[in-house]
Each structure stands twice: as structure tokens, then as C-alpha cells.
């Protein structure tokens, strides 16, 4: 039984770290969106996540319903204690999703413009919502003796969820923006370096801070570092990733920077998952209140027949992004009319 739960925080982690990765570069894009400087940038922005942005939500899905599975309770108190954040963020990825498909519909210029800001606003809210909300995991919610968040929503938007959510943010713009480069070309491309170069510098400047933050405010998170010194390769590895980011998009070398980004975004979700393990919701006050891959999980059935689910499943959706990628690689070009190719 403890193997299945350690193995489904694994999985948990891995789905999370994939829709980070994936989807990020979408949401930072949306950002990005707002500082087109004509309609046909805007145009292209689109067309560069088009055939990815669904299928990247997919990881968001996957990660919930393995969550609701394996680990009941711990989807009950996140998805209520975040409840109006949570709101916020499915209306958010609502009207981003809508304005993908209506913003070239019709000609009017306001029209577009209405969908040009539910597109940035769509992205943007959810990559700084999802940050706040692993800023509250790390910082431990107050719960009950059953479970459940007596907090109110703007006890989520303390400082030190606040640093983390901008530290999120920061994070995928620069996966965005890297994006913008690998897909497009002259001189949006070079625009697109330049975002690159400013967000990253943002990144790197609040990650310093975020660090500085933990270490004094969640002293709690280094006695899993502490018992198992291996896990210290993960800050230091998170750090180079981190570096090696930067010189690489200074360099202009979009490829490599690109991958170093998606590295230092698994790196560092890997060091909030090492850091709260085996707690799944630490509780504020009192971390025998804490909810735990061993007092939170689903009976020894439900993991296992979830386990072979995953194993089939999983492979599946891996084949089909690592096909999507392959087919519709190369950079994007969007004529008059507004089609790309």
C-alpha cells in the first residue's frame, strides 16, 4: 500500500510538471499577446499554439482526475478552500479558449480587440493563480481536524503566496516568449528574444527572493533535505538550469533555450514536491492536521486498478503529443487572409 501511494504522488507530480511545461508556454504566450505591435503579430501569436493549446489542457485534466482517484480528500479541501480562485481560473481558460476560435471570425476591429484582451487576460490570470495556489501548498493552509479549509479566499493572497505566484508567472513567460522565438521568424523573432531577455531577468530576480523567502518563513521544508542529502541536487541542478537559460537565450540559441526553461520549470516543481512530501496539504498551525499520501489516499483496489489505467493511458497521451509536436514543427508564416502554416 505504500508503494502505490508513493507512487501515485509520483505520477501527481509528473502529470503537474507536464501541464507546466506544456501548457505554460501557452499561457505565456497569451501574455506576451498584449504587446503585438499590429493585428497580423497577433494573428501569428495564435496561430503558433493552435494545434497545441487543447491538447497541452489535457495534463490539467489528467492531474485533476488523478488527484479526485487517488487522493479523495486532498481534492475536496483544495477544490473548496480554492474554490473562487479555482472560478477564476476556469473562466479565464473559458474565454481564452473561446477567443482562439472567435477572434478571426469577423473583420470588425473591435471585435477583435474585445477577444485580443480575453485572450491576454486568459492566460495571464492562470499563470499567476496557479503560482499563488502552490504558494499556498507550501506555506500549509489552515484546516480542521477534518480536512477542511476554515480560511477565506483572501487569506489565499498572503505575501509570501503573492512572491510565489509572481515567481510562477515570471517562469512562464519566459516559456512563453521562448516559444514566440522557436516558432517565428525576422522580426518578431527578435522581439520575442528581447521578451525573453527581460522576463528571465524578472525570473531569475524573483526566484532569488522566493528562495530567500522559504528558507526563512517554511524553514519546515529542508528536513526532507536534510534526511536525504541526495535531494539537494535538485536546487543546485535548478540553479543551473536556471543559468544556463539565460546564457543560452542571450546567445539567441532558441532550441536550447527552450529545453533549459522546460528543465528549470520540472526542476523546480520536483524541489516543491521533495519539499512537502509526504504531505499533500500541509496544514498552517498544526501539522498533525495535515492531509498525507497515507492518511488522504484512495484503498489499495482503487490505486491499483488506477496504476494499470495510468500505465495504458499515459504512453498514449505521450505518443500523441510527441506526434502533434513532430507534425506541426517549423516555424509559423500567416498570410493576408489570416491562415497560418
Known amino acids: 500500500m505504500m508503494t502505490l501511494q508513493i507512487i501515485w504522488f509520483f505520477l501527481v507530480a509528473v502529470l503537474i510538471i507536464g501541464y507546466a511545461i ?53 481534492y475536496a479541501t483544495v477544490f473548496s478552500g480554492f474554490y473562487l480562485a479555482l472560478m477564476l481560473v476556469l473562466f479565464a ?25 480575453a485572450f491576454g487576460l486568459g492566460s495571464s490570470l492562470p499563470a499567476l493563480l496557479f503560482g499563488v495556489a502552490l504558494g499556498n501548498i507550501l506555506r500549509g493552509l489552515p484546516l480542521n481536524a477534518h480536512g477542511d479549509y476554515t480560511g477565506g479566499f483572501f487569506g489565499l493572497l498572503n505575501p509570501y503566496s503573492l512572491l510565489i505566484g509572481l515567481v510562477g508567472f515570471a517562469m512562464l513567460a519566459v516559456q512563453g516568449a521562448l516559444w514566440i522565438a522557436l516558432k517565428t521568424e525576422n522580426s518578431l523573432q527578435a522581439r520575442a528574444f528581447g521578451w525573453a531577455k527581460v522576463s528571465w531577468i524578472g525570473f531569475a530576480a524573483l526566484f532569488v527572493a522566493g528562495t530567500i523567502a522559504s528558507l526563512f518563513t517554511q524553514p519546515q521544508h529542508l528536513s526532507n ?44 516543481l520536483g524541489l516543491a514536491a521533495a519539499a512537502i512530501f509526504p504531505n499533500l496539504v500541509p496544514a498552517l498551525d498544526d501539522p ?19 496504476l494499470i489505467i495510468a500505465l495504458i493511458g499515459m504512453p498514449l497521451v505521450l505518443a500523441y503529443t510527441i506526434w502533434v509536436y513532430r507534425f506541426f514543427k517549423g516555424k509559423v508564416r500567416v498570410d493576408e487572409a489570416g491562415y497560418g502554416h
Open 22 to 74: 506544456l501548457d505554460g508556454f501557452d499561457l505565456g504566450v497569451g501574455f506576451w499577446h498584449f504587446f503585438a505591435k499590429d493585428d497580423r503579430e497577433q494573428r501569428t501569436l495564435i496561430q503558433s499554439i493552435g494545434p497545441f493549446w487543447d491538447g497541452n489542457e489535457v495534463w490539467l485534466l489528467t492531474g485533476g482526475g488523478a488527484i479526485f482517484a487517488a487522493f479523495p480528500p486532498v
Open 93 to 117: 481558460l473559458i474565454f481564452r479558449a473561446v477567443a482562439i476560435e472567435m477572434r478571426n471570425q469577423e473583420e470588425s476591429r473591435r471585435w477583435r480587440k474585445a477577444w485580443d484582451v
Open 225 to 268: 533535505y536534510g534526511a536525504a542529502p541526495v535531494l539537494w541536487l535538485l536546487p543546485i541542478l535548478a540553479v543551473l538550469a536556471i543559468g544556463a537559460t539565460g546564457f543560452l537565450v542571450f546567445r539567441k540559441d532558441e532550441w536550447k533555450a527552450f529545453l533549459a526553461s522546460s528543465v528549470s520549470i520540472a526542476l523546480m
Open 288 to 306: 498533525g492536521l495535515s492531509l498525507t499520501i497515507y492518511n488522504a489516499s484512495s484503498s489499495q483496489l482503487t490505486l491499483t486498478a488506477m
